[in-house]
């Protein structure tokens, strides 16, 4: 199950306006790379809606049926809002919908769910 936490206002390359969901799965263990220590965190992730703010606003809460995946993607460089560091990611984050599997998300056009602006 993922959670809706929030939502946000963003604009498509047509210059309308449009509301996505952030989602976010449960608690995972994750060993840092670096410094060999373990801490906890949950993935993230967007998906598109057609609701407008008040919706959004009341759906907060919600669960759906489903996991948040890592899904492959071409290198794209995300800069760290606090240390203003330069990232290469050649990953996102997707919505998996329960009963759907990771390959219908990859190869069939399961619109673009994650959003690092």
Known sequence: MVTIIGYSR????????????????????????????HYLTAMRCTIPSTF???TCEFII??????????????????????????????YRYAFLPEGSTLEEVIFEGVPETASFK
């Open 10 to 37: 963003k604009t498509n390359l047509r210059g309308k306006d449009f509301n996505v969901l952030v989602l976010q799965g449960g608690i995972e263990l994750v060993k840092s790379k670096t410094s060999d220590s």
């Open 52 to 54: 407008n703010d008040e």
């Open 61 to 90: 809460g919600q669960k759906l049926p489903g996991k948040i995946v890592k899904k492959s993607c071409e290198p794209f460089l995300y800069v760290d809002k606090v240390t203003g560091e330069e990232i290469e990611f050649n």
